[in-house]
């Protein structure tokens, strides 16, 4: 038998990013004018090293992702251990050591009584569970709701589902036609908060309120306060509402604590997980749900099963990598990075919010973001856009704005000196940009 791994590509002569620019269409990138792809090589700690050699912080996570830093040693152990002992197998009549414990280590740690888990392989499919779970519970339950409540300018992610309960942006405007309706509310705050709670107590019909707690994150960052969403959350429950909270970004300890959830009274009766779940490792998705839910689909008519699952389900192999970022994101020394790194941003905020290219600057948490002036609107189609990413990886910082928004979203173990660099250059920035 050949060695395959000796086998020549077409294009094996020509550099990554040549051979790159041939076969790979990337995400979110119009290739028209795309500038060639950075390729990287190494990661270590928040550092990514390209194929020269340069090293950048990166002070976004890989996409939010990367919780404990990249290529982290304890999980790397546990991954490499659990390849060797199995990497996979059927979940629909099956089962496994792995998905089992990390639902049972999960599950006590969440917000309110969360009961059961449902595995899937992203944020977005976690969130399409959780509005077929509560879709198809009213219809279970004989009395079927097809309504749903979401804010405006939210995301929850790229599949059909999602987009529809997501803000009609130019992420859905090609799809908005084919989604659902959805009843779209503002984010609430002092001023309306009244106003918002009398309009969900009139709803009829409404199956269930999606929201991402605290923070609106590809929304442009949009942050609001606790008190006004558990006030809409109970106004729901009032109103027989079923409450999904879209965790996926906020989860883990981006918020300060470990779910944003946490900071209400009123809990969710479904949660989405993913990103930071498995450290940053690789894809899984977790949907979990209260007993009530859970028991609305157990029946004799085999037309009240949830019908939903995907090949790589309950992954062993990822669930062993969540299992090993939660023994780290347990840690009192996660804990106690968490808090220095909110410090250090709430202090940063206090140093820039007054100069005149700041139109905003928002902190919750570990996450920071600063709106930038343009004499125009927000925009993600800001050509601030290209110039900021362009300064900042000049300087080896990777920093994805949101058109004329950047936000800075590290892993826990940055270093103070990493994120006084950082702030560094986000004040040339605003001098030189």
Request: glycine share 6%; proline share 4%; with cysteine.
């Amino acid at each position: 038998m050949s060695d395959i791994s000796k086998l020549q590509t077409p294009n094996s002569k020509l550099n990554i990013a040549e051979r790159d620019k041939k076969v790979i269409w990337h995400p979110y990138t119009q290739m028209k004018n795309a500038l060639p792809h950075i390729p990287i090589v190494r990661g270590e700690g928040v550092y990514v090293f390209d194929e020269n050699g340069k090293r950048y912080i990166d002070a976004v996570s890989s996409w939010w992702v990367n919780i404990h830093g990249h290529s982290h040693p304890y999980i790397a152990k546990k991954v490499a251990e659990q390849l060797n002992v199995l990497e996979h197998v059927i979940f629909a009549g099956f089962t496994h050591e792995p998905a089992v414990l990390l639902a049972e280590r999960l599950l006590p740690i969440l917000p309110g009584k969360q009961d059961k888990v449902f595995y899937t392989d992203n944020g977005s499919t976690a969130v399409e569970v959780a509005l077929k779970m509560c879709l198809q519970y009213w219809d279970n339950k004989g009395t079927p709701k097809t309504k749903i409540l979401a804010f405006k300018n939210a995301y929850h992610g790229d599949t059909f589902g999602a987009m529809s309960v997501s803000g009609r942006s130019i992420f859905t405007d090609a799809f908005n036609s084919l989604l659902f309706d959805v009843e779209f509310i503002d984010l609430p705050d002092e001023g309306n908060i009244s106003h918002l709670t009398s309009q969900i107590s009139n709803l009829k019909d409404t199956a269930c309120f999606i929201f991402e707690p605290l923070i609106l994150g590809s929304g442009g960052m949009l942050m609001y306060e606790a008190k006004y969403l558990d006030k809409l959350v109970a106004a729901c429950k009032k109103a027989g509402i079923l409450i999904i909270a879209d965790e996926v970004m906020t989860g883990f300890g981006r918020t300060g604590t470990y779910f944003a959830c946490e900071k209400l009274d009123h809990k969710p009766d479904i949660i989405c997980l993913s990103k930071g779940l498995t450290g940053g490792t690789m894809p899984l998705g977790i949907t979990t749900c209260t007993d009530e839910i859970f028991e609305a689909f157990l029946s004799d008519d085999k037309l009240k099963t949830l019908y939903h699952g995907h090949s790589f389900t309950a992954n062993p192999i990822a669930c062993v990598a969540s299992l090993a970022s939660l023994d780290i994101l347990l840690q009192e020394e996660t804990l106690a990075n968490i808090k220095r790194v909110e410090a250090k941003h709430t202090l940063f905020l206090q140093e820039i919010k007054a100069h005149p290219k700041v139109k905003a600057v928002r902190q919750t948490g570990t996450i920071i973001a600063i709106e930038w002036e343009t004499g125009n609107e927000t925009s993600y189609l800001s050509n601030l856009r290209n110039l900021l990413y362009a300064y900042f990886l000049d300087k080896g910082i990777i920093l994805r704005p949101l058109g004329n928004i950047i936000y800075i979203l590290p892993p826990y173990v940055i270093s103070n000196e990493d994120l006084n660099y950082i702030y560094a250059a986000i004040k040339s920035a605003l001098e030189e940009v």
